[in-house]
């Protein structure tokens, strides 16, 4: 008898060439599938809500496999943390319907992108914000983000090598708020495009550091090109926080 099972799981994508499988280098599915044919004896392919790029992390990515090896789901849980290594663990495993697909039914995904504007690095958050070493404006930012929100064409934030069939997409929330000595940038959504929140990111700091006015973010959306709009922001500076499904939140913190 087949049972399914959703995985929630955590990983520092540093080391990772992304989500999937390639040719060279480590993949998190790689890691996640070879750590389940070892602890369940047999292959194991899992589906994922989204891949993550490369240097990309994650707190709540969520997948899914199928099985008729009869395991719990601490079991499943403790085995995949016994041999999965260091930079990714699972953090929950749920037993859930056989036609769950991780992907087509998320509902919205919570993505966080951060920053340290700050002259004076912090070691103990390298690899997990974009350090501007100089003031940015939060609030503009916060002005400037509030375009995002609604039903737009995000051709101008769309990197080369996008598969997406259209570019129009509608997003719930956008938001810019300052923690700290840090400033994160808050996307909630399904659907995202190539590098999407990277170039949102980028383009930020240009209204941030007062080289743009906040108004101009709207005009490189709608102009539709990629050239308008700011560099891609490093990858080590994004985190999938989490994954909403219908009557379910897959482990998303504030």
């Given amino acids: ?20 499988v390639q040719r060279s280098g480590r993949s998190v599915q790689s890691e ?25 992390h994650a707190e709540g990515q969520v997948a899914a496999f199928t099985t008729r090896v009869h395991r719990s789901t601490a079991r499943i849980r403790d085995g995949l943390n016994a041999v999965l290594p260091l930079d990714v663990a699972c953090r929950e495993v749920q037993q859930v319907p056989l036609d769950f697909d991780p992907r087509r039914q998320a509902r919205t995904k919570h993505y966080r992108y951060r920053w340290l504007d700050s002259r004076v690095r912090s070691p103990l958050r390298r690899g997990r914000v974009w350090q501007v070493r100089r003031p940015l404006d939060a609030e503009a930012m916060a002005v400037a983000c509030g375009a995002f929100e ?12 996008c598969g997406a069939r259209t570019t129009v997409r509608t997003f719930p929330a956008w938001s810019v708020r300052r923690v700290d000595d840090e400033i ?25 550091r007062g080289a743009r006015e906040a108004a101009w973010v709207s005009e490189v959306l709608r102009s539709g090109s990629r050239a308008m709009a700011g560099p891609t922001a490093p990858a080590h500076g994004l985190t999938l926080l989490g994954v909403r499904y219908d009557g379910s939140v897959a482990s998303e913190p504030s």
């Fill in 1 to 20: 008898m087949e049972r399914r099972f959703k995985l929630v799981l955590e990983y520092d994508g540093a080391d990772f060439v992304g989500w999937e």
């Fill in 32 to 56: 996640i599938e070879g750590a389940l044919a070892r602890i369940l004896q047999h292959p194991v392919r899992v589906e994922v809500s989204g891949r993550t790029d490369a240097g990309v």
């Fill in 150 to 161: 609604g039903t737009h064409d995000f051709s101008a934030f769309r990197a080369s090598g």
């Fill in 184 to 208: 994160w940038l808050d996307a909630h959504g399904h659907g995202f495009l190539r590098h999407t929140i990277r170039i949102v990111a980028g383009t930020l700091v240009e209204v941030g």
